[in-house]
Protein backbone atom coordinates (compact mmCIF):
# COMPACT_ATOMS: atom_id res chain seq x y z
CA UNK A 1 0.00 0.00 0.00
CA UNK A 2 1.03 3.61 -0.05
CA UNK A 3 1.60 3.81 -3.42
CA UNK A 4 2.43 7.61 -5.09
CA UNK A 5 3.38 7.46 -9.06
CA UNK A 6 4.59 10.43 -11.00
CA UNK A 7 3.81 11.11 -14.55
CA UNK A 8 6.34 11.58 -16.47
CA UNK A 9 9.45 9.80 -15.64
CA UNK A 10 11.27 12.08 -17.54
CA UNK A 11 10.83 14.83 -19.54
CA UNK A 12 13.15 17.18 -22.07
CA UNK A 13 11.65 20.95 -23.11
CA UNK A 14 12.64 24.08 -24.56
CA UNK A 15 13.65 27.02 -23.30
CA UNK A 16 10.65 29.05 -22.63
CA UNK A 17 8.29 26.40 -22.36
CA UNK A 18 5.91 24.80 -20.00
CA UNK A 19 5.92 21.37 -18.12
CA UNK A 20 3.50 19.73 -16.61
CA UNK A 21 4.08 17.08 -13.80
CA UNK A 22 1.50 15.19 -12.34
CA UNK A 23 1.44 13.06 -8.85
CA UNK A 24 -1.22 10.11 -7.75
CA UNK A 25 -1.54 8.62 -4.54
CA UNK A 26 -3.15 5.54 -6.06
CA UNK A 27 -4.05 3.57 -2.73
CA UNK A 28 -5.12 6.40 -0.17
CA UNK A 29 -6.20 9.60 0.25
CA UNK A 30 -3.34 12.31 0.78
CA UNK A 31 -3.95 14.59 3.91
CA UNK A 32 -1.23 16.67 2.31
CA UNK A 33 1.36 16.73 -0.80
CA UNK A 34 4.79 17.90 -1.32
CA UNK A 35 6.89 19.10 -3.94
CA UNK A 36 10.83 18.95 -3.84
CA UNK A 37 13.81 19.51 -6.09
CA UNK A 38 17.03 17.11 -5.78
CA UNK A 39 20.31 18.15 -7.42
CA UNK A 40 22.91 15.25 -8.48
CA UNK A 41 23.84 13.95 -4.63
CA UNK A 42 22.25 16.08 -2.47
CA UNK A 43 19.26 16.22 -0.37
CA UNK A 44 15.87 16.88 -0.93
CA UNK A 45 14.84 20.52 -1.11
CA UNK A 46 11.22 21.13 -0.09
CA UNK A 47 9.80 23.47 -2.89
CA UNK A 48 6.14 23.94 -1.27
CA UNK A 49 3.38 22.21 1.02
CA UNK A 50 -0.25 21.65 -0.95
CA UNK A 51 -3.23 21.10 0.32
CA UNK A 52 -6.59 20.04 -1.69
CA UNK A 53 -9.00 22.78 -2.19
CA UNK A 54 -6.25 25.65 -1.39
CA UNK A 55 -2.98 27.61 -2.29
CA UNK A 56 -0.04 26.07 -1.55
CA UNK A 57 2.45 27.10 0.44
CA UNK A 58 5.78 27.85 -0.72
CA UNK A 59 9.44 27.30 0.78
CA UNK A 60 11.15 30.47 1.00
CA UNK A 61 12.70 31.61 -2.29
CA UNK A 62 10.50 29.32 -4.57
CA UNK A 63 9.29 31.60 -6.93
CA UNK A 64 5.26 31.08 -6.66
CA UNK A 65 4.50 32.06 -10.40
CA UNK A 66 7.32 30.24 -12.06
CA UNK A 67 6.13 26.77 -10.00
CA UNK A 68 2.52 26.51 -10.38
CA UNK A 69 0.64 24.23 -8.17
CA UNK A 70 -2.29 22.58 -8.48
CA UNK A 71 -4.06 20.10 -6.21
CA UNK A 72 -7.31 19.24 -7.31
CA UNK A 73 -8.07 16.31 -5.43
CA UNK A 74 -7.15 14.06 -2.46
CA UNK A 75 -5.11 12.07 -4.71
CA UNK A 76 -3.77 14.56 -7.50
CA UNK A 77 -1.39 17.12 -7.51
CA UNK A 78 0.57 18.52 -10.75
CA UNK A 79 3.51 20.72 -10.66
CA UNK A 80 3.79 23.01 -13.71
CA UNK A 81 7.35 24.87 -14.42
CA UNK A 82 6.06 27.84 -16.66
CA UNK A 83 8.87 29.21 -19.07
CA UNK A 84 11.29 26.64 -18.27
CA UNK A 85 14.98 27.88 -18.62
CA UNK A 86 17.76 25.76 -18.72
CA UNK A 87 18.97 25.84 -14.89
CA UNK A 88 15.23 24.47 -13.97
CA UNK A 89 16.94 21.42 -15.35
CA UNK A 90 16.71 18.89 -12.06
CA UNK A 91 15.01 16.04 -10.90
CA UNK A 92 11.83 17.09 -9.00
CA UNK A 93 9.97 14.78 -6.45
CA UNK A 94 6.78 14.61 -5.00
CA UNK A 95 5.22 13.05 -1.68
CA UNK A 96 1.95 12.08 0.03
CA UNK A 97 1.13 12.33 3.15
CA UNK A 98 -0.83 9.62 5.07
CA UNK A 99 -2.14 10.03 8.34
CA UNK A 100 -1.57 6.88 10.25
CA UNK A 101 -2.95 5.47 13.83
CA UNK A 102 -1.22 6.14 16.78
CA UNK A 103 1.69 8.30 14.67
CA UNK A 104 2.82 11.76 16.22
CA UNK A 105 3.11 12.96 12.16
CA UNK A 106 1.93 11.78 8.68
CA UNK A 107 4.24 9.31 7.06
CA UNK A 108 5.49 10.83 3.56
CA UNK A 109 5.39 8.40 0.53
CA UNK A 110 7.35 9.75 -2.46
CA UNK A 111 6.92 9.46 -5.81
CA UNK A 112 9.76 7.99 -8.07
CA UNK A 113 10.26 11.77 -9.06
CA UNK A 114 10.46 13.43 -12.93
CA UNK A 115 14.01 14.09 -14.85
CA UNK A 116 13.23 17.44 -16.08
CA UNK A 117 16.01 18.92 -18.57
CA UNK A 118 15.37 22.06 -20.20
CA UNK A 119 17.38 23.16 -23.63
CA UNK B 1 14.49 26.35 14.26
CA UNK B 2 14.25 22.65 12.92
CA UNK B 3 17.70 21.03 12.19
CA UNK B 4 18.80 17.69 11.14
CA UNK B 5 22.25 16.66 10.95
CA UNK B 6 23.91 13.94 9.23
CA UNK B 7 27.82 14.52 10.13
CA UNK B 8 29.01 11.68 7.72
CA UNK B 9 28.79 12.40 3.65
CA UNK B 10 30.03 8.51 3.20
CA UNK B 11 30.32 6.01 5.30
CA UNK B 12 32.33 2.92 4.23
CA UNK B 13 32.51 -0.73 6.03
CA UNK B 14 33.03 -4.31 4.75
CA UNK B 15 30.65 -6.52 4.40
CA UNK B 16 29.79 -8.45 8.09
CA UNK B 17 31.07 -5.19 10.39
CA UNK B 18 28.70 -2.90 12.20
CA UNK B 19 26.95 -0.04 11.11
CA UNK B 20 25.75 2.81 12.80
CA UNK B 21 24.74 6.15 10.76
CA UNK B 22 24.78 9.08 12.82
CA UNK B 23 22.00 11.37 13.29
CA UNK B 24 21.10 14.44 15.22
CA UNK B 25 18.88 16.90 15.49
CA UNK B 26 17.42 20.23 16.93
CA UNK B 27 13.75 20.79 17.92
CA UNK B 28 12.40 22.60 20.51
CA UNK B 29 8.80 19.79 20.95
CA UNK B 30 8.63 16.36 20.72
CA UNK B 31 9.34 15.32 17.43
CA UNK B 32 8.80 12.04 15.11
CA UNK B 33 11.90 11.30 13.93
CA UNK B 34 12.08 8.79 10.65
CA UNK B 35 15.07 7.30 8.29
CA UNK B 36 14.14 7.37 4.64
CA UNK B 37 16.70 5.17 2.35
CA UNK B 38 17.07 5.78 -1.59
CA UNK B 39 18.93 2.56 -3.33
CA UNK B 40 20.22 3.26 -6.58
CA UNK B 41 17.67 4.49 -9.59
CA UNK B 42 14.65 3.96 -6.69
CA UNK B 43 12.67 6.16 -5.34
CA UNK B 44 13.32 7.48 -1.88
CA UNK B 45 11.78 4.54 1.07
CA UNK B 46 10.66 4.68 4.36
CA UNK B 47 12.80 2.40 6.14
CA UNK B 48 11.69 3.46 9.86
CA UNK B 49 10.24 6.00 12.14
CA UNK B 50 10.63 5.78 15.80
CA UNK B 51 7.59 5.77 17.34
CA UNK B 52 7.14 2.17 15.42
CA UNK B 53 10.03 0.72 17.60
CA UNK B 54 10.37 -1.51 14.06
CA UNK B 55 13.51 -3.39 13.04
CA UNK B 56 13.69 -3.07 9.51
CA UNK B 57 16.20 -5.11 7.02
CA UNK B 58 17.76 -5.81 10.21
CA UNK B 59 17.97 -2.29 11.24
CA UNK B 60 16.87 -0.34 14.73
CA UNK B 61 17.38 3.28 15.18
CA UNK B 62 16.45 4.79 19.24
CA UNK B 63 15.78 8.07 19.91
CA UNK B 64 17.67 9.30 22.85
CA UNK B 65 16.17 12.66 23.55
CA UNK B 66 18.51 13.54 25.85
CA UNK B 67 21.62 13.43 23.16
CA UNK B 68 19.02 14.43 20.99
CA UNK B 69 20.09 11.68 18.07
CA UNK B 70 18.62 9.15 16.45
CA UNK B 71 21.46 7.30 15.21
CA UNK B 72 20.75 4.03 13.05
CA UNK B 73 22.16 0.92 13.50
CA UNK B 74 23.04 -2.29 11.89
CA UNK B 75 25.02 -5.09 13.60
CA UNK B 76 26.04 -6.88 10.05
CA UNK B 77 26.12 -5.01 7.55
CA UNK B 78 25.45 -7.08 3.83
CA UNK B 79 26.32 -5.66 0.53
CA UNK B 80 22.81 -4.86 -0.83
CA UNK B 81 22.25 -2.10 2.10
CA UNK B 82 24.75 0.60 0.00
CA UNK B 83 22.57 2.91 -0.57
CA UNK B 84 22.29 6.79 0.64
CA UNK B 85 20.22 7.20 4.34
CA UNK B 86 18.46 10.53 5.29
CA UNK B 87 17.30 11.01 8.73
CA UNK B 88 14.21 13.37 8.86
CA UNK B 89 12.68 15.14 11.58
CA UNK B 90 8.45 16.02 11.37
CA UNK B 91 7.38 18.49 13.74
CA UNK B 92 3.85 16.78 14.20
CA UNK B 93 0.69 16.05 11.98
CA UNK B 94 0.53 18.11 8.69
CA UNK B 95 3.88 18.97 8.91
CA UNK B 96 6.62 19.36 6.71
CA UNK B 97 9.68 16.69 7.14
CA UNK B 98 13.21 18.38 7.31
CA UNK B 99 16.14 16.50 6.11
CA UNK B 100 19.39 15.67 6.67
CA UNK B 101 22.18 15.66 3.93
CA UNK B 102 22.20 12.56 3.42
CA UNK B 103 25.07 9.50 4.54
CA UNK B 104 26.33 7.30 1.18
CA UNK B 105 26.72 3.83 2.75
CA UNK B 106 28.81 2.01 0.87
CA UNK B 107 29.63 -1.51 2.08
CA UNK B 108 32.77 -3.21 0.84
CA UNK B 109 32.68 -7.01 0.16
Known amino acids: GAVVSQHPSWVICKSGTSVKIECRSL??????MFWYRQFPKQSLMLMATSNEGSKATYEQGVEKDKFLINHASLTLSTLTVTSAHPEDSSFYIC???????????????FGPGTRLTVL | AQRVTQPEKLLSVFKGAPVELKCNYS??????LFWYVQYSRQRLQLLLR??SRESIKGFTADLNKGETSFHLKKPFAQEEDSAMYYCALSGGLGNKLVFGAGTILRVKS
Open chain 1, 95 to 109: SASLREQFALADTQY
Open chain 1, 27 to 32: DFQATT
Open chain 2, 27 to 32: YSGSPE
Open chain 2, 50 to 51: HI
